[in-house]
């Protein structure tokens, strides 16, 4: 039978509870804020002060964003790199994951070292720059998923996942006359989903948040992703975004600024739910080698 709580572990528990109340507290308020914000009516938030309601429900910076085609254009790039990307990356880390999982692969060590290394060194921004340049993917939107094809952490994670795998089964498909082609796209993958929904959410995140690459590599405002756009607005925020003033418009800057991020938000959010029930399940059975 279980032993009653003393004094002190229920007052630790309580302040426990009590912090970690606190700090999930501030982790949602600046979310709070940006949604207050950009539902406020624009005389409202010219006055200052921390909103964390709207004292009046305003549509007028959401109205301005839809106004023209050029959010929804880069929200369509992003969706079209972060899908065709993740697309890209799981093909290819389980491609090249699961023969490195393999123990009988000739050259494997040296192939591993190879992945390590680059988890360590790198060329550097200028001789990546020209690598993508040679391949004449500037102002491509190839140049944004290409290079960061594979993941060298996720790659060794993904590994060790299939290399928990008995090997047993690859002989018994083997046997049934299945190559390691259709092991891999039949047995392997079906048997591996929550390693690749968690990893997929990794790629995604990222493909979603691009940016830097982006300004690198992308001189067409019209192949933009939606990251950049937001970059270009909270700074032209005071004066004009697209092709109509803010000020005629009697919109604050800052409104379409947290509308903008709201909008460029949800997006990924909405996603989430869906991977979360993988997503401590695939780290952990791939972050264990067999």
């Keep these: 039978m279980k032993q009653d709580q003393t004094l002190g572990n229920r007052l630790f528990d309580l302040v426990n509870y009590g912090l970690l109340g606190l700090i999930g507290l501030l982790c949602i308020l600046p979310f709070v804020y940006v949604l207050a914000v950009s539902f406020t009516a624009p005389h409202i938030v010219a006055q200052g002060g921390f909103i964390l309601y709207p004292k009046e429900i305003s549509l007028a910076a959401y109205q301005y964003i839809f106004s023209t085609d050029t959010l929804l254009r880069s929200l369509g790039v992003s969706i079209y790199i972060t899908v ?6 799981l093909v290819f880390t389980s491609l090249l994951a699961y023969p490195l999982s393999r123990p009988h692969l000739k050259g494997r060590r040296l192939m591993l070292l190879a992945v390590l290394f680059t988890m360590l060194f790198n060329g550097g921004l200028i001789p990546t720059y020209y690598v993508v340049r040679s391949l004449n993917m500037i102002d491509t939107l190839w140049s944004l998923m290409v290079p960061v094809a594979i993941s060298a952490f996720n790659l060794i994670i993904l590994k060790n996942f299939f290399q928990q795998m008995p090997e047993g ?29 968690t990893f997929g959410l990794f790629y995604a995140v990222d493909h979603w948040n691009k940016f830097f690459s982006a ?64 997503f401590a399940k695939g780290v952990m059975l791939g972050s264990v080698k067999g």
């Design 215 to 278: 300004v690198m590599y992308i001189n067409n405002s019209d192949k933009w992703p939606v990251q950049v756009l937001l970059r270009e607005i909270v700074i032209n925020a005071s004066s004009r975004v697209g092709d109509t003033n803010i000020e005629e418009m009697n919109i604050q800057p800052l409104t379409i600024k947290m509308a903008v991020i709201v909008f460029a938000t949800l997006p990924i959010m909405a996603v989430y739910p869906f991977l979360q029930k993988h």
């Design 84 to 89: 065709l990307g993740t697309l890209i990356n």
């Design 169 to 197: 089964i690859e002989d018994s498909a083997k046997i049934d006359g299945c190559n390691d082609l259709s092991i891999l796209a039949r047995i392997i993958i079906p048997l591996s989903l929550p390693a690749i929904a």
